[in-house]
């Protein structure tokens, strides 16, 4: 940790600064003192005098006394917190989270017991005979060696939350004792309930009357408080004849280490959440945007033998608890979801870093709470909604995690159930019957388990990930028993879809890969021997190595990159595509004798029908994206050639071919007249009309035809333009004869498609969603409205053209074709 100090952390200077103006009794700057007489003085400090108490006379033998980080009384309805001296101007991390909320509340991540509500760093600080809660923030910081240290402190004054008087002093006065009664019983500043709460329900004020604290423990690094609040509201969302929502709510604060982990710089090849910071002194000309990743402190327990390139143990292992509220069943199957990652980090150097454990009874450890910050946990919540997510908490000096409680809905095993039957049940008999066994549900349980671990490790979303791997080897069963369906389980590639009948897969699941590896090995290696700017020069050649192999490749979310995709396999979208829907068509006609179970009402049977078109709808989402669409690949300046390509003209060619196809050809298939007649009450017919109206409008949107302009002026033919896509949809539905109400619905979305375009005539300015897809455009300026004019000319000549040759019903339809382009013409002049 030698080099630490070369990361100077602005507001930790400045708590030191304002430390020894304590010790001389000079912070008069902090409070405005009013001229007064001698004699008023005088009374004025007798009073105060008078209100400090001895010790004992607050603190008798009726208290009931919590020993640790600062030792807590409870005496009557009064709560005391005993500060120590040697812990004023220390860090602390508070977090406040539900224990038990009301039922029927619908906001998410605000539903359930064990849900965080919010996190804020405190020091107490001492100000004569008062105790100031201040609240320090580490947004800016000075790398190196900058004096610009004391600009950076005069303009970053810790805000002060809440002033204590001091009501006695203990052990020859270096600690101070404060009463926190009103404290935690209210509403503390920048901890409240969550808006989006307050808002929904028309949350008031507390009512106190029906508000307490429940307990206060302390521990050797940290105080647990839990409450009772009750808030007035007229909008409840179960009985409304109560006028009140009462919450139990729990406060950890914990005591953060002494000296920040060294910090390890954010790289954009890799995926990992990060704290933010504007750097004032990595160059004097400018500021500096920085991150330092979130990363649990991992430190070899045999620093040499580690250095020797040894596995070796932590020093403090990664723990987490799961939930004693989980089901028996499936606590097995969340452990192993833990442990899976110590594969990956032994590419780090560590064994056993991590590891999942039943939570404790009250028994075996009578302190332990799930809400205790201490303690990570995979909180099981009994829920409908179809998720689970993997939040941290983080120091703000250096990114260290210091824990994290992960949510489980208990309803997400009916999303992995239906997920798993459309994707895998052409090819394996386990995703089939009313109900998965238990041993695979366990599973399909420890696959989201270890993606969520992943979050709470600090690893992002991974989407570009899947594109690494040819989509013919996902047919392979000796390449996917090896390597799985993607590089990463932070990807969204959930199961095997491509794998066909009779390829014998049998491994159909993600695992944590070799993208896994990498990213932990970023993260974790320990190299204290360096700074942290000669860390990241270190990995960035490192990297630099690596990403040209597509395994590395990280794939951001939000990305306009067809390669980052969520729910994807493999490296073609239009082939991996046709592969699943030829799964899913043979999945359909067996849909109910798969899932048979003769109580059922069929409800299962049409959820299920739902979920094979919305999967259907997944894989043409897959290749729309790669029209009009760019590549982009993170380079520094140092690093030679293009970081953005657009897709090769082929590639988009053949996802147009795909959707003329797969959609503008009707998928009759989905409209399976046995099924229909069981669960159909009037709506699939539609559904399709619907679906195929959304997939040309998603093609013919401004932000890509802007990417196909810009691409045909950088690379001329080679470029898939505008045109050629109009001309290609063109060709697709109007030679379709119109003998159906598919056919006849795609002639007039496409030619109201093209009106709508040509009444656009507001510009669409840059925001920082460009990079997403959000193209700018100026539709007045372009060519576009030029190019939409000619295709409604060109459509209207080929409409006049087959309306006289129609018979009578066909020409009744083209007449109101022609009819609507006169329209759109005549609004457009």
Do not use: C
Not at 747 to 769: C, M
């Amino acid at each position: 940790m030698k080099h630490l100090n070369k990361i100077t952390f602005t507001l930790a200077a400045l708590a030191l600064s304002m430390g020894a103006s304590h010790a001389q009794g000079k912070w008069s700057g902090l409070v405005k003192v009013s001229e007064k007489t001698e004699e008023t003085k005088k009374d004025t400090e007798k009073t105060k005098k008078e209100k400090i108490k001895k010790f004992e006379d607050l603190i008798d033998n009726t208290a009931i006394k919590s020993k640790g980080l600062f030792n807590t009384y409870h005496v009557a309805d009064k709560y005391y917190m005993e500060i120590p001296d040697s812990l004023l101007h220390r860090d602390m991390l508070v977090v406040t989270r539900f224990t038990q909320t009301p039922v029927g509340l619908k906001e998410y991540r605000s539903q359930y017991g064990g849900e965080m509500i919010n996190d804020q760093l405190w020091q107490w600080q001492r100000h004569q005979n008062t105790i100031f809660l201040r609240v320090p923030s580490y947004a800016y910081m000075a790398s190196g060696n900058s004096d610009i240290h004391q600009a950076l402190a005069n303009s970053n004054a810790m805000p002060i939350l809440a002033a204590f008087e001091i009501k006695a002093f203990n052990e020859g006065g270096k600690n101070y004792l404060i009463d926190v009664t009103d404290f935690y019983n209210g509403e503390i500043p920048g901890m409240q309930m969550p808006e989006n709460l307050k808002k929904t329900y028309k949350l008031a004020g507390i009512d106190a009357a029906r508000s307490y604290i429940d307990t206060i423990k302390a521990f050797p690094t940290n105080i647990e408080v839990r409450t009772v609040k009750t808030f007035k509201s007229p909008d409840l969302p179960a009985d409304k004849t109560v006028g009140a929502m009462t919450f139990g709510l729990n406060t950890s604060m914990v005591l953060l280490p002494k000296t920040a982990m060294q910090p390890r710089y954010d790289n954009q090849r890799i995926g990992y959440f990060a704290n933010r910071k504007m750097d004032f002194g990595a160059n004097d000309q400018k500021v500096t945007a920085k991150a330092f990743i979130q990363r649990w402190r991992l430190e070899p327990s045999d620093a040499e033998a580690y250095a020797r390139g040894e596995l070796v143990t932590p020093k403090k292992q990664i723990v987490y608890y799961i939930d004693p509220a989980t089901p028996k069943k499936w606590v097995p199957y969340l452990i192993e979801g833990v442990n899976d990652w110590n594969t990956a980090f032994e590419a780090a150097g560590f064994k056993n870093a991590i590891v999942g454990k039943e939570a404790p009874s009250p028994q075996e450890d009578p302190e332990f709470s799930t809400e205790d910050a201490r303690y990570s946990v995979i909180r099981y919540f009994a829920s409908e909604t179809e998720n689970a997510y993997g939040p941290r908490i983080s120091d703000p000096r250096s990114g260290e995690i210091i824990e994290s409680h992960i949510g489980w809905y208990h309803n997400v095993m009916s999303l992995l159930r239906n997920w798993f039957f459309v994707q895998t049940a052409a090819i394996h008999e386990g995703a089939r019957g009313a109900k998965l066994s238990d041993e695979q549900m366990g599973q399909l349980i420890r696959f989201v388990s270890s993606h969520e671990v992943g979050h709470t490790l600090g690893l992002l979303h991974n989407f570009g990930s899947s594109s690494a791997y040819d989509v013919d080897s996902l047919r392979s069963p000796a390449f996917t028993e090896k390597y799985g369906t993607a590089p990463s389980i932070m990807d969204y590639a959930r199961f095997n879809y491509v794998a066909q009948p009779g390829d014998g897969i049998k491994n159909i699941y993600p695992k944590i890969g070799e993208y896994d590896r990498y990213a932990i090995d970023f993260g974790y290696r320990y190299m204290p021997h360096l700074s942290p700017e000669q860390d990241a020069s270190w990995w960035e050649r490192h990297i630099q190595e690596k990403i040209k192999n597509p395994v590395y490749y990280y794939g951001k979310q939000g990305s306009m990159d067809p390669r980052a995709q969520s729910e994807d396999l493999g490296n073609d979208a239009v082939k991996a595509s046709d592969y699943g829907i030829a799964n899913l068509k043979y999945i359909l006609p067996n849909l109910e004798k798969w899932t048979f179970d003769k109580d059922d009402n069929l409800s299962s049977t049409k959820e299920l029908y739902l979920e094979v078109m919305r999967q259907y709808r997944r894989y043409v989402n897959h290749v729309v994206a790669n029209i009009g669409a760019m590549t982009e690949d993170v380079k520094t300046m140092g690093e030679k050639g293009a970081v953005f390509n657009y897709v090769p003209k082929d590639k988009q060619q053949a996802a147009v071919a795909f959707i003329n196809r797969q959609v503008f050809q009707t998928p009759t298939w989905l409209l399976d007249s046995t099924l229909m007649s069981r669960v159909d009450y009037g709506i699939m017919v539609n559904k399709v009309v619907e679906m195929q109206n959304q997939v040309l409008t998603s093609l013919l949107e401004t932000y890509g035809f802007a990417r196909m302009l810009d691409d045909e002026f950088k690379n001329g033919n080679k470029a898939y333009k505008v045109t050629d896509l109009l001309n290609d949809l063109e060709a697709q539905i109007f030679n379709s004869p119109v003998n159906d109400v598919f056919s006849r619905g795609l002639q007039r979305a496409y030619v109201d498609r093209l009106g709508v375009l040509l009444k656009l005539d507001k510009p669409v300015q840059e925001t920082i969603y460009a990079a997403s897809g959000l193209t700018p455009y100026n539709p007045n300026l372009s060519d576009m409205r030029i190019i939409m004019h000619s295709a409604l000319n060109q459509v209207e000549k080929r409409i006049a053209k087959a309306a006289k040759r129609a018979s009578n019903f066909e020409q009744e339809h083209y007449n109101d074709l022609l009819n609507r382009i006169t329209q759109i013409k005549k609004i457009n002049k």
